[in-house]
């Protein structure tokens, strides 16, 4: 059996477990007998208190029974032990004593002792009082234990939300941004570049003669290209807040915070230099024997009463310049907000 603490208890078997601690055998005998017709209840008895925690622990007692006069260790001291420790903290006990003193029983439940009897009582008197301490313990955990469960899970249903919105986030081919967060991303950048009065770049491409590319080397081939496109592009982007997409078919987008048209245009650079370096065989390609992009550019302070829209539009406006200057290269479009 597992650790008796309230976090540990095992609810799978209700049975009553009933821990004496004891120095008279004749008292653990006796108490044995009073219980031993009744099936559901196990009886333990620890002579010795020094072990009584551990044991207690052990065995998921769900009552203890504890004489108040042992040799070794004052009974009331015992009952503080047992509230102190973790694994016994909310075990109900029931004080065994020899005799009614009102002075006594007061300061054993000022220590949190559950109940007080003369030892010892009659055997009806004594189960009734094991069972219904017992029966309260155990209740009190099944619904510890309840709670603990629904707040285990609620937790993994958060944590399955989170993966679930961050996987629908991403593009599933080549685990970049996809269009919507793309959307998304634009749409908060905006509004944040407006109240901040800050420039906001874009960045807009896509690969030369991909079709001819999908055509020749198969859509494994062109899926595999496309992955390799992906990760070149998001190795360019440096700030944390730099944003990287996958606009749609073998078209690309970056949102770049706070970078005007010349910064954009030293990122756009960079990212078809870095392509390029990639090597990646183009035998169809009308434009160089390697994968290559085109790439256009725009920038804009965003104004109140504007949209984003006209930040792509100015991107698309500009790429389409790109891919008749005869693609593999970057060029950038002016935004008009009026």
């Known amino acids: 059996m597992s650790k008796t603490d309230d976090s540990k208890f095992s609810i799978e078997h209700h049975k009553i477990t009933v821990l004496l601690i004891d120095d008279q055998p004749m008292i653990a005998e006796a108490v044995r007998r009073s219980l031993s017709s009744e099936e559901d209840i196990e009886f333990h008895y620890c002579q010795d208190p020094t072990k009584a925690i551990k044991l207690a622990a052990e065995i998921n007692t769900t009552v203890i029974l504890q004489d108040l006069v042992m040799p070794d260790i004052d009974g009331l001291m015992m009952v503080r032990y047992f509230r102190v420790n973790k694994s016994t ?12 003193d009102a002075s006594i029983k007061s300061e054993a439940f000022k220590l949190g002792a559950n109940d007080y009897l003369v030892k ?19 209740s009190q955990l099944e619904r510890d234990e309840a709670f603990r469960a629904l707040e ?32 998304e991303t634009l749409k908060k950048e905006w509004n944040r570049a407006m109240r ?8 807009m491409l896509d690969i030369d003669f991909f079709k001819l590319y999908n055509d020749h080397y198969g859509h494994q081939g062109g899926d595999e290209c496309l992955k390799k496109v992906a990760t070149g592009l998001d190795s360019t982007i440096h700030r ?33 230099q870095g392509i ?32 984003a829209e006209i930040l792509i539009a100015a991107a698309d406006q500009a790429l389409y310049k790109a891919k008749e200057d005869g693609r593999d290269c970057v060029k950038s479009g002016s935004v008009d907000t009026e």
């Open 89 to 100: 903290a909310k075990i109900p006990i029931i004080v065994l004593s020899t005799k009614e």
């Open 120 to 138: 010892l009582p009659n055997k009806v008197e004594l189960i009734a009082r094991i069972r219904y301490h017992s029966q309260a313990f155990i």
């Open 152 to 183: 285990e899970s609620r937790t993994k249903l958060a944590e399955a939300n989170r993966t679930l919105q961050k996987l629908s986030a991403l593009d599933g081919l080549t685990g970049i941004a996809n269009r919507r967060s793309f959307d």
């Open 196 to 203: 901040g009065e800050k420039t906001l770049g874009l960045i």
């Open 240 to 272: 944390e807040t730099d944003f990287i997409a996958r606009y749609g078919g073998e078209e690309f987008s970056a949102i770049l915070p706070d970078t005007d048209l010349k910064g954009a245009v030293l990122v756009a650079e960079e990212m078809r």
């Open 276 to 307: 390029k370096a990639l090597r990646l065989e183009h035998a169809k390609s009308k434009v160089s024997d390697i994968v290559s992009i085109s790439i256009g550019v725009s920038a804009v302070v965003p104004k109140k009463g504007t949209e």
